[in-house]
């Protein structure tokens, strides 16, 4: 396996593989877990984000292409997906290797897009100028096309070096293949290629309002912003803000931050964060019987993601309410797919829709994507709901179930307990399995209403539901109880906040960080629990820009790398083995 | 009981309602109202596996019949004379005797309804005991391979195609229901939904609680408004004149059957039963006609202008008010509805789309019929005498 440099100052594999195992328990330790100050936070003055280098998701990917070459752009492509870790795939980005399978598909997929943008039907709007002559190099028309895609593909301003090393690629390969797209294509796919591209390298410089602290650059500001909102590389506009210094200026800075969380591509980045949050991505393998549940088909899969998704977008976004309202809110949208499990009528596409006064249905949890993930595909699960609610919204971590648990209590069909409470009161006397099941039943089992499917019943094999139960001490009767218990767990902001932080800074939160988070919430509940202003608060406090961990600025600047074609790009894999 | 509303009331109390689809007892749906929407459609008749109701065996077929014709014996003829004629006798059908034996469907027992209230001498028995079925569509199809069940290749499309083409989409909605079980008075509504029906993860199987809206804009002539009462468990409408549609291989087409009368077993996922009536014999058979080319035909043996002076020899109601034929013959559709949900249209545009119903046969035959004494029939000296007792119209 190839594996690029994860922080460059740590050269031995063991030793990253360390650091990022104690990252990730970290991140799931007591010292981190989301708690609410009992008195006001204070920001410690040195507080830092550590500075990383991240892969690209293909998401990242693609959203960047789309900016530089337009949406039609696109390319089918399986980029090998990050390991999650504390509650975020995107915190797994800074800690993923690459192998070569990897790579060559990451190949594929230059070769593919760079052979699209130079193709006769798209280099008349994509390709700026043309050759003196088809079948040769042409070094000034490659500049005029090379040289500003190269600027965005990696994020900051290319070197003179860099800029003539792409020319010469282009020149080189045109006058060997008699044709000067070919050549500007084989020059562009190298720049795709390029570890410049794929990964995004924080770099750092002195801070000169904190002598002795270091802050990230300005071009490394911009693509973490833009990542953080937008989940794509910086627009022309922000790059230029970062080359004015503006991104360093309080008043620019927040110049910058009206027009990007004005933008129309904050939906994208909300929608990617909730989608790594909420874990979607187990949505792509998730099958129901169909013997059991008939309506459940992949279509609403696909739909059930998309309700969570819009429901957020319009909730916090839209509308910009209370972040904890999400979990009481009746409102929503649905599909014909979604209805059909919902026993209500719904035209074709999406239709707002709000549950009435006197129903179950009620915010996040009694949504199909929540319900139908946590449960099994013949069968609901109060456990994994309740270890569902606890690890995605409050932070928490269930520990798994032994190997040699005995489930037949629960999994007998034939049994005379009918009601999940039956049987999961019966699964508990096993001391062993009680543990984890007292912090995840008395949750999960107030949703048993609602079948494998997301279906909603009155009744289990003819008994009547027993929904109530309590969460961290609070007592609840029935599914909106377990809303409203939720909706005011302070956990539930507090996780948020956690999660926030990780995903724009790009790694999980350390024990460092406690009173960051503590700061953070604090301002998140004085603005009323909205999003926009937690993204704003974040972007805008002293520890997203300032960084630690120095080395990885002076080794990457020193050694930043010349602008790669493949070939150099497959070499510099192999240096890194 | 509560009095049900009027059918006009219905897309209000509709409105009202919406959400509220599912049963809150078996027996009783929520709102007293329930809707199902068309799943599986063929003519009903009776098919056993020995084909008991067919003694003289099955008809030949439009193929086997033109080698009746045009033997194989070195004759030269133009394919003017062969093929499209006989594409002229099926496009242009008529009432003349044709010297092929057609085998008709036989009694004693024929699944159908009562039409009528008198039990006649053709009138069959139902496969459950009731006598007095009024069903010459049995006669006319039962014998015929490609009608036959269970998998007769027509009957096969053109119930497939109930399912999976959008035009096809009829819905039945029952308001003022007291009880799935026995009600003596509900209000029904026919309409054709716009939907596409829910299917199961396999995509052939219907599944219950989709959504249906109910097409104003080209679906206006398929509305009715009707009474019926359940007992039971099961649905009797009173008679209406109903317009139906049945696209066949996105061929779209319309059927139409006089004094229908639905009778339906409900349940609160799907409602199982028979659509009665007098079906309009050239609306049927420009349907035909249309869908199903000599190909089709060619499948399971049946043959368009036999079928046509069959129907026109069996017909048993509407007599035409010049000749005194009759242009109508009983018979049944063998039907599945799946319970779906629906979205009510507004009260305002639902009405006025009642405005521009027209409540007719949409086809009454070409303009000018063709003269029976064209179709002209001589078969070869070698070809075994076979009786003209087919001829004529009753």
Redesign the interface.
């Known amino acids: 396996m190839a594996r690029f440099r994860l922080l460059p100052r740590y050269r031995q594999p063991w030793l990253v593989f360390m650091l990022a195992l104690g990252a990730l328990l970290a991140g799931e330790s007591a010292a981190t877990a989301p708690s609410v100050p009992a008195v006001a936070a204070v920001l410690p003055e040195a507080a830092a984000s550590q500075a990383r280098m991240r892969l690209l998701s293909q998401e990242q990917f693609f959203n960047s292409l789309g900016y530089v070459f337009g949406p039609d752009i696109a390319i089918s492509s399986h980029f090998a997906p990050f390991r999650r870790t504390d509650g975020l795939l995107a915190s797994g980005a800074a800690a993923a290797g690459v192998t070569i399978g990897q790579m060559q598909e990451f190949q594929r997929t230059a070769g593919a897009i760079a052979t699209a943008v130079v193709s006769p039907a798209n280099r008349g709007f994509l390709v700026p100028c043309s050759p003196r002559h088809e079948d040769a190099a042409d070094a000034r028309c490659a500049a005029r096309f090379l040289v500003p895609v190269a600027r965005l593909l990696h994020r900051r301003a290319p070197t003179r070096e860099q800029q003539a090393a792409l020319v010469a690629t282009a020149g080189e390969a045109a006058d060997r293949l008699h044709d000067f797209h070919a050549g500007l294509g084989v020059a562009l796919e190298g720049l795709l290629l390029s570890p410049e591209t794929l990964f995004m390298i924080e770099r750092s410089e002195p801070d000169p309002s904190h002598p002795g602290l270091r802050r990230l650059d300005g071009y490394s500001l911009a693509s973490r912003l833009s990542f953080f909102l937008w989940n794509a590389s910086p627009d022309e506009e922000l790059l230029k803000s970062a080359e004015r210094g503006e991104l360093h200026d309080a008043k620019g800075l927040s110049r910058t931050l009206d027009r990007m969380l004005a933008s129309p591509r904050l939906e994208t980045g909300v929608r990617a964060f909730f989608d790594d949050l909420l874990r979607f991505d187990d949505l792509a393998v998730l099958a129901k019987d169909?013997a059991i549940y008939?309506?459940?088909?992949?279509e609403t899969v696909e739909d059930a993601r998309e309700q969570t998704l819009r429901t957020i977008v319009d909730h916090l976004l839209v509308r910009q309410r209370d972040y904890r309202d999400l979990f009481t809110t009746r409102d929503t949208f649905i599909s014909?797919a979604l209805?059909?499990?919902y026993?209500?009528?719904?035209?074709?596409g999406w239709t707002p829709y709000t549950s009435?006064p006197d129903s179950q249905r009620v915010g996040l949890l009694t949504q199909i994507s929540f319900l139908a993930v946590h449960a099994h595909p013949g069968r609901s699960s109060a456990t994994l709901r309740g270890k569902g609610l606890r690890e995605k919204l409050l932070c928490q971590q269930v520990p798994r179930a032994p190997p040699n648990v005995d489930f037949s209590i629960v999994e007998n069909p034939d049994s005379t307990l009918r009601t999940a409470r039956e049987k999961l009161s019966a699964h508990r006397s096993n001391p062993i399995c009680a543990g984890c099941h007292k912090i995840t039943d008395p949750i999960g089992l107030a949703l048993e209403h609602f079948d494998g499917a997301g279906q909603y019943r009155e009744t289990e094999k003819g008994a009547p539901i027993d929904a109530s139960g309590t969460l961290d001490g609070k007592a609840f009767e029935d599914v909106p109880g377990l809303a409203s218990v939720l909706r005011d767990n302070p956990l539930l902001p507090a996780c948020l906040v956690k999660r926030v932080y990780s995903y724009g800074t790009g790694g999980p939160a350390t024990p460092a960080d406690k009173p960051v988070l503590a700061w953070l919430g604090e301002h998140f509940a004085e603005d009323g629990y909205r999003l926009p202003d937690l993204l704003r608060t974040i972007a805008t406090s002293q520890p997203f820009s300032m960084v630690t961990d120095p080395a990885v600025a002076t080794a990457a600047g020193s050694a930043a790398p010349a602008v790669a074609t493949s070939a150099a790009a497959g070499a510099a894999a192999g240096a890194r083995r | 009981m509560k009095h049900p509303p009027p059918p006009r009331l219905l897309p209000m109390l509709g409105l009202l309602l919406a959400g509220f689809a599912h049963a809150d007892s078996p027996d009783r749906p929520t709102g007293g109202s329930i809707a199902y929407v068309l799943t599986n459609m063929s003519w009903a008749m009776q098919s056993t596996p020995g084909a008991a109701e067919c003694p003289k065996g099955l008809n030949e077929g439009t193929r086997e019949q033109f080698k009746q014709l045009f033997p194989d014996n070195g004759t030269k003829r133009s394919f003017e004379s062969t093929q499209l004629r006989r594409e002229i006798d099926g496009f242009h059908p008529t009432i003349a005797a044709e010297p092929f034996v057609y085998r008709e469907g036989e009694g004693p027992v024929a699944p159908g309804l009562d039409l009528d209230g008198i039990a006649g001498p053709e009138d069959f028995r139902s496969p459950d005991g009731h006598g007095g079925i009024d069903n010459q569509m049995h006669r006319v199809l039962g014998c015929t391979a490609n009608y036959r069940g269970p998998d007769g290749p027509i009957r096969f499309f053109e119930d497939e195609m109930v399912l999976r083409e959008n035009y096809n989409r009829v819905v039945v909605q029952l308001g003022g229901v007291d009880s799935l079980k026995d009600d003596d008075a509900v209000e029904v509504r026919i309409f054709r939904g716009r939907d596409k029906v829910l299917v199961d993860a396999g995509g052939l199987k219907a599944v219950p609680g989709g959504t249906q809206r109910v097409d104003l804009r080209r679906g206006a002539n398929y509305i009715r408004e009707m009474h019926g009462r359940i007992s039971g468990g099961v649905l009797r409408t009173e008679p209406v004149d109903l317009l139906y549609p049945w696209d066949v291989f996105y061929f779209p087409s319309d059927q139409y059957m006089y004094k229908a009368r639905l009778e339906l077993t409900l349940a609160p996922t799907a409602a199982t039963g028979l659509i009665g009536g007098y079906v309009d014999i050239e609306t049927w058979y420009l349907h035909m006609i249309r869908n199903w080319s000599t190909h089709y035909q060619s499948y399971g043996n049946s043959s368009a202008p036999s079928i046509y002076k069959a129907m026109r020899r069996l017909a048993d109601a509407e007599p035409d008010s010049q000749t005194g034929r009759n242009r109508a013959i009983s018979g049944a559709l063998a039907t599945v509805f799946t319970q779906v949900n629906i979205i009510e249209p507004d009260p305002a545009e639902y009405a006025e789309a009642l405005t521009r119903r027209r409540i007719a046969a949409p086809y009454r035959g070409m303009p000018a019929e063709r003269d029976p004494a064209e179709e002209q029939f001589e078969l070869p000296a070698s070809t075994p005498a076979v009786a003209a007792a087919n001829g004529g119209s009753r």
């Not at chain 1, 008939?294 to 992949?298: C, D």
């Not at chain 1, 026993?343 to 074709?348: D, E, I, L, T």
């Open positions: 169909p008939p309506a459940f088909s992949g014909p209805a059909v499990l026993g209500v009528p719904a035209p074709p009435p």
